[in-house]
């Protein structure tokens, strides 16, 4: 795959998120998790080293393979752990500090997996960002894409494209406000699983009011 001229996104905000998921694993108690805490951190770590090895090689093709698969991971594990979670809240398994804190963590969890599904998806990923330089068309209206051509020039923003802290923005608004808030969805597949992440924050929100409730 022939690269074109354009501006090379850094990929070290997302390292740093995939090894935050990982952190955030080692909140949850071991009731809730999947093997030994240590173990979704372990693999991030083990599934990045081909990742980041293959897109210095310029096998871009195997790097966004690896790319899913390390973000499937992650999310698999989120979700497994969301589901012990959701089972152990009438058996009171967990004492009220246990649940606040997984909850907290699987909170966090869902901002950044969704984050990185956005990250890696839009507009064929950041390889494919990258391939054409300026980003013009996705599925998320950016302020920067409704800019002219002469506002973009006095900004210096002629090759403006989105990186994964856009990305991030976008899924923490979705956590909190239940709302892309200035960024408008264009694709039917961001649409479903901003649906899906709202639906995740809101019921980990519920979880613990519910927790709450039954303590008072």
Known sequence: MERMGGVEEPRWPAVVALVAVGGLRLALPDSLSFGPRWLLLAVVLILMIPTVLARRRKQYRANQILGYLVVGVVTADMLWSLTLLIYALPEHKESP???LGSAAALWLTNIVV????YWRL???GPNAREQ???HVDGAFLFPQMTLNAQAKKEMGEQNWSPGF???LFVA?????????????VLSRWAKVLMMIQSLIAFSTVILLAARAVNIL
């Open 172 to 184: 923490f608004n979705t956590s909190t406000a239940f709302s892309p808030t200035d960024c408008p």
């Open 97 to 99: 500090l246990e649940l």
């Open 122 to 124: 839009d507009a064929g």
């Open 114 to 117: 969704f984050a990185l599904w």
């Open 165 to 167: 802290v856009d990305y």
């Open 132 to 134: 054409r330089g300026a």
